[in-house]
């Protein structure tokens, strides 16, 4: 079975039993699978229980994908989402990633694969500054990391073209 991607097991650690967490992206079903285990109980991001608050929030290599508009987007709807001094674990794409630039250029920072297995899925890469001023807009930053990923962004989604100097932003936000 797949382990849980690193900011789900620091979410997992963080939080107390029977925490309420949005999860963006179930893909393998690897990070949910830790949570329920960890007792959480989990909404997906795509089915948000209309006023409730929520405790905390994890998106891992959902973010990633869309546009710069398509990502503030979605972060508002996850700030709205969350309580006060919620949570949220999230990954982004890095412009140190080898596959900035690559593929087809949607915008100054959105490229599409022309191969492999997400052929045409737009990923949005940021830079430190511009990163930092999105999230800034709801959230104070409690960490943001650059890491490489290409162990952990999993094999089994880049099985055609396995990764190679994937570069992801390791970001810990509390909403304001
Ligand atoms: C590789 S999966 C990651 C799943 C899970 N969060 C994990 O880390 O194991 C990528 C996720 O990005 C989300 N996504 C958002 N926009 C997408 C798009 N345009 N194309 C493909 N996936 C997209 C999907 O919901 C999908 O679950």
Request: glycine share 8%.
């Amino acid at each position: 079975m797949r382990p849980p991607h690193p900011l789900c097991v620091a979410l997992i650690d963080r939080l107390e039993p029977r925490a309420s967490i949005i999860e963006c992206g179930i893909g393998s079903g690897r990070n949910r699978r830790a949570l329920h285990a960890a007792g959480f109980v989990v909404d997906d991001f795509s089915a948000l229980a209309p006023g409730r608050r929520y405790d905390g929030a994890l998106s891992t290599h959902h973010l990633l994908h869309g546009t710069q508009e398509s990502i503030a987007t979605d972060l508002e709807r996850l700030a709205d989402a969350l309580r006060i001094e919620g949570t949220l674990y999230a990954t982004f794409g890095s412009t140190g990633d080898e596959r900035f630039g690559r593929g087809r250029k949607l915008a100054p920072h959105v490229f599409a694969p022309t191969s492999g297995d997400e052929i045409g899925v737009p990923h949005t890469f940021w830079d430190e500054a511009d990163l930092r001023s999105l999230l800034d807009q709801r959230f104070r930053i409690e960490s943001l990391d650059e890491i490489i990923v290409d162990d952990i962004a999993g094999r089994w989604a880049h099985q055609e073209q396995p990764l190679h100097n994937a570069v992801h932003w390791f970001a810990i936000l509390l909403r304001q």
